[in-house]
């Protein structure tokens, strides 16, 4: 069955922007690419089965599943605390991240709210996973394009994050620090100062980037005007993050509907966007992002209130029957948990939204008439964690 | 109010925002009902956080193009809740272990469904997302299972494409209009409907939790390790 | 020539053999999940640094190498192409297999869609535990994993028993 050809539809609209850069005339007996799922160019064992026309891309399908672990089944087996410990391996680059949205949900059917200084302890560690997600990518897609330096300074600078995270929760990335009412433990002692180092470290490896990587010539011209995607159709995708704002929607979950738990409102920062939706605009807002994370992190250490970590909980946490989402920004885009709960030890159903399954789910649209070599800059600049695909 | 805060002087501004929140919701809600009519079938607001609405399913097409002309163009999720109460209990082998033991059988719960209501055994879900307002709707949708089946969003929302993809995949309901409605994850020749409550997770049964161990005897003297070595 | 595949090599051969292979290991980097940041920080930073030890992390194809990282989890559906990148390396082969997810299937052991260790796919000679390991970790492995190619009788190679870092 074939969609309805509805003229106002935006499926049809797309397909009409798609057809425009292919050019059908030319159309020869055609190949068929397949990349993956051992491929180097696409982190994780995504598969690309690509049809081209020369070296044109006709279509593009991702195809996934080859990570896919049956999170939404394992967490119905599973207690809330377990629960924790698993999903830090959805996105892990960006470990913490990924259990902030589940516990405040908990929380929220729970009734319950950390303490102030748990909220802010929360928000450091949250903004670092971003740094230690986003700092990877930088090095990764400098590697992607044959920058091979781009990788090795990443993977130096990186370290300065993941030490400082593992000073604070125990683990390199995947801390399983978060609990329903707070925090594990409290900071180490002089981990705010190093903590400072740190993010002056990371601040100096942004403009190292920004110079390296993003302001060299042939980064520019393999990024610039490739895989534009407009505002328009990135929201009918659900892209979220710096996909969408690359393509220039004002839109930051931190910002605009940022969970109570969370302290952004705490802290002087900037949403940025980018007009063009192209993967030069994708890498950019994401190397002033990390900026922006560093800046923050900043300043929360600054104003980090006293006071206990953990709030009054019961032992054998329970959580009332109900329903809630609670999304957050995580570093891949809008994460969120739908949690239904029966007032049992283990959630009746949790629905994962992950970030990187709505981001690349666009991939068939926008790789329609690019060329091959672009598809991996349209890949890495679209960047996913297989883990956050399929999960 | 569902936040029992604890802290002094945000109470007091969460209350009043809340407040204001909510009269937007009502709004929608309004709204909707009236693009949709009879279609809405149940609703239910959190003050302040927020709202479910239970649509027909003939509408839930249109339930879409409602929504999107009403500014919802950021396509968030659709998936589907098995509202079945697991036959297998918590750990997935405590119903075996009653036949095993000669115990009857538990009389299976009844099935109840969440906010917004419901009849049917799966019900489909969906979140999109006013960028504008920052306000968010959940759609549900019954799903008879006699007929496990629905109108496709793809053509509305280019998202839910792959998302309807899963949900056929995990559920077994169908989406009908959909382009390609293929496996997202699993191997074809994979038998079941992984995400219902009746399928068993096998490894469960076959290997008790290992959570039930408490202590495990220390690993021997002899350190077996070295001897590989050699 | 032909000694090393009929098992009849002289010993001093067989050591000057060894140690050549052991220094030279060319390992295919295939990065699965989570294991596979650490093994990219261990192959790829210069803070852990596996080139000191002699494995070389850059071959374009499995047919130029000696050695896979299994990094991360193996699911049903990804088993058949570890089993075809396997067969595609060239003997002798190594296989580490990193991680509690490919030894043993690890938090997703009762998963309906995780193959619970690789092993039971391929034959593996190295299994470093962790969640994910440490990238010394990793080091270990491979240092453990180059001990083993210096006492390794070519004939016997698949004989032996893993080895497990404690």
New interface residues.
Partial sequence: MTAVSDPSSIADLAAEATDTRVNLDFESEGMTLNMGPQHPATHGTLRIVAKLDGEQVISAEPICGYMHRGYEKLVEVRTYPQINALINRIDWLGSFANEVPFILAAEKLMGVEAPPRAQWIRTILFEMSRIANISLFLGDFGLQLGGMTAGFYAFRDREHVLNMIEAATGGRFHPNFDRIGGLKDDLPKGWIADSHVAMDKLLAFCDEMEDLLVGNEIFQTRTRGIGVIPAEIALSYGLSGANLRASGVDWDLRRDGCPPGLVYDQADWKVWTHPDGDCFARTWVRLQETREAAKIVKQLLDTIPAGPVMAKVPRIIKVPEGEAYVATENPLGEMGYYVVSKGDLVPFRVKIRSASFNNISIVPWVARGAYVPDLISILGSLYFILGDIDR | MIRLSSADTTEATESTEAVATDEAREAVLAELTGRLGDSVLGSHIRPGDDLWVRVDRAAWRRAAEATRAMGFTFFDYVSAIDWLPSPFGRDMDAQEDLVVSGAAPKEPAPIVQGYAGGETRFQVIAHVYNIATATGIHLKADVPDDDLSLPSWSSVYAGANWHERETREMFGITFDGHPNLINMYLPTDFQGFPLRKDFPLLARRVRPWPGIVDVEPMPGGADDAEGDDQ | MGLVESGRVPKPLSKLLNLSRKYSIWAY??????C???M??AF????YDVMRLGVIPFP?S?RQADLVVIA??V????AP?VVR?YEQMPDPKYVISMGSCANC?G????????T?GVDQLIPVDVYVPG??P?PEALLEGVL?LQ??IA?EDMAERWK???????
């Avoid at chain 3, 032996?160 to 404690?166: N, Q």
């Fill in positions: 980097q295939w990065g699965l999940a989570c596979a940041i650490e990219g920080a790829a930073s210069p803070r374009a499995p991360g989890t699911t049903d559906k990804l192409a990148l299937g938090p997703y052991w009762d998963s309906y869609s995780v619970k969640c994910p440490r453990l001990e083993r006492h032996g028993d893993p080895i497990v870092v404690s």
